[in-house]
């Protein structure tokens, strides 16, 4: 009886630790995994912990998952808890059979740190743009404040409170928040810039027939912190084709943001009906900033040359036409898509770029239009290729999720997303606490730009822009390395900003870093 009784006594203890355990994680509110799988999650961070011996015997190696390997996550994810994300006992990458393998040139005189920059990434440490987006041309024209902002990230497509908490980082950190082609929501008003996105479907600023709708758009822009307008051409995950969201994931909410029916399937159309053609294109742009006062600029995937060099020319030829381009890699992109869509069409960035940058570089207009990268260019050494094949401003998408709690599921498409982020349904969106993780998004953004600015100084610069395309050079099979400027066909001096830029740029740089955050 007695040990009978030592059992009973066992199993209450055990039971009384487990509803403890469950009622703390039910109730924590910095893990959406423990928030919304109590007990059981923490066997998700208990493999993780010893999952480096484990993979080196039975699992995957750490560069192996795709499309963001081990390193690369735990990098963000160490970065966005603001711990520790270096990493010990040289690399394990295969330099010698990884083709198209980034390597920074490094200068033998690395440049020093400006007076009163921090050693560590703060919030409020600026990293401007070298240009001013729409020049002096629009009367809305701004500096944009980071180099690094937030990719076009639609509420639909991600849970509110993965908008909310990154729009509070966006206004922690002093990027700007893309608000994708959903609209504006309630979700986009904490605090952050935007830059609001009308895409074929145009969310938003539509009629009732879901043509565009020029006083909607104006009105939209008028009732949040608007600061430019993106026109979507086409974008990597998905060119040449429309998207949609299932009826079941309109809620009231989201028809409120998008002037859509609640319940019915939405869809984006593969182009425009309010223009056509390169001439309709720019006529478009040019009235949207007439009616704004904004900076208009475009966003495309990458496919035929042809549209770019007639772009170009008509730029040229007319002096109108947008204030940026952004420049989506075949490899970006956080929808669902048709695997063939996904894998070939449309080209990956270090090539995509090149080819949309060349006919600009050959006219001379690559002053007056904002280049912007996206493209999975959330990791330093990537983003770092973008700016030395010009780039002036990169957004990223994905690491921005996994910074607030993805965790590379790869649900997005099935609305059971287990962490509340790519996810409409309440009760996993219930997991994800904006308070918290806005501040993670807010770590990483802030660790992105201090990387950037490492990386510039040890190529001999002040700014990452000012970083050459012969200073990042690929690495192919053989181990022949080739700078991006040679295999891309640059001319000398493409990918870098004029003399002028570069000194009003430090001139709006301060000399004095913050006091302090948190």
């Not at 909410?253 to 869809?267: K, L």
């Amino acid at each position: 009886m007695r040990s009978v009784g030592w059992v009973i006594g066992i199993v209450v203890l055990v039971v009384v630790a487990v509803v403890a355990v469950a009622v703390y994680d039910v109730t924590q509110r910095r893990h959406a995994i423990l928030r919304n799988y109590p007990v059981i999650g923490h066997f998700r961070y208990a493999l993780e912990s010893f999952g480096p011996e484990l993979r080196q015997y039975i699992l995957t190696n750490n560069n192996e998952e795709r499309p963001f390997s081990r390193d690369e996550r735990r990098w963000i994810y160490t970065s966005a808890y603001r711990r520790d994300n270096t990493f010990g006992f040289g690399t394990d990458n295969h330099l010698d059979a990884t083709p198209d393998y980034l390597i920074v040139a490094q200068a033998a005189f690395p440049e020093l740190p400006r007076p009163g920059e921090p050693a560590s990434p703060e919030w409020s440490f600026p990293v401007p743009c070298a240009k001013v987006l729409g020049g002096d041309r629009r009367t809305g024209a701004f500096r944009p404040a980071s180099v690094v902002n937030l990719s076009g990230m639609s509420f639909g497509s991600l849970s509110g409170a993965a908008v909310e908490s990154l729009n509070r980082a966006a206004a922690m950190v002093g990027c700007y928040q893309n608000t994708g082609e959903g609209g504006i929501s309630v979700h986009h008003r904490h605090g952050g810039d935007l830059v609001v996105q009308v895409g074929t479907g145009y969310f938003g600023c539509r009629d009732a027939d879901g043509s565009f709708s020029l006083p909607r758009l104006v009105d939209m822009v008028a009732g949040a912190p608007v600061r430019a307008i993106e026109v979507k051409l086409s974008q990597g995950a998905k060119p040449g084709l429309g998207g949609l969201l299932p009826g079941v994931k309109v809620t009231p909410e989201i028809a409120r943001a998008r002037g859509i029916p609640v319940g019915q399937d939405c869809r984006s159309p593969a182009r425009h009906s309010a223009f056509d053609g390169v001439d309709g294109l720019v006529d478009f742009v040019e009235e949207l900033a007439a009616a704004t006062g904004l900076p208009v600029g475009i966003k495309s995937a990458v496919g035929e040359r042809g549209f770019w060099v007639s772009l170009a020319d008509r730029m040229e030829r007319t002096g109108l036409g947008p204030d940026f381009i952004t420049v989506d890699g075949g490899e970006g992109g956080t929808g669902a898509a048709p695997l063939v869509f996904a894998d070939h069409v449309s080209l990956p960035f270090l090539r995509a770029f090149p080819r949309a940058y060349a006919p600009f570089a050959e006219r001379g207009l690559t002053e007056r239009v904002v280049f912007i990268g996206s493209g999975r260019l959330g990791l330093a050494d990537r983003a770092l290729a973008a700016f030395a094949l010009g780039c002036d401003l990169v957004h990223v998408g994905r690491e921005a999720m996994l910074a607030i709690g993805c965790i590379q599921a790869q649900r997005c498409h099935t609305d059971r997303c287990p962490t509340g982020v790519a996810t409409q349904s309440r009760r996993r969106e219930r997991g994800l606490d904006p308070e918290h993780k806005s501040v993670r998004a807010a770590n990483y953004l802030a660790a992105l730009r201090h990387e950037l600015v490492r990386l510039a100084r040890t190529c001999g610069h002040a700014h990452p822009c000012q970083v050459t395309a012969d200073q990042v050079e690929l690495l192919d099979s053989q181990q022949r390395s080739t700078p991006i400027g040679e295999l891309a066909g640059y001319a000398p001096g493409w990918g870098v900003p004029s003399r002028a830029e570069v000194h009003a740029l430090l001139a709006a740089w301060p000399t004095d870093g913050p006091e302090g955050d948190r």
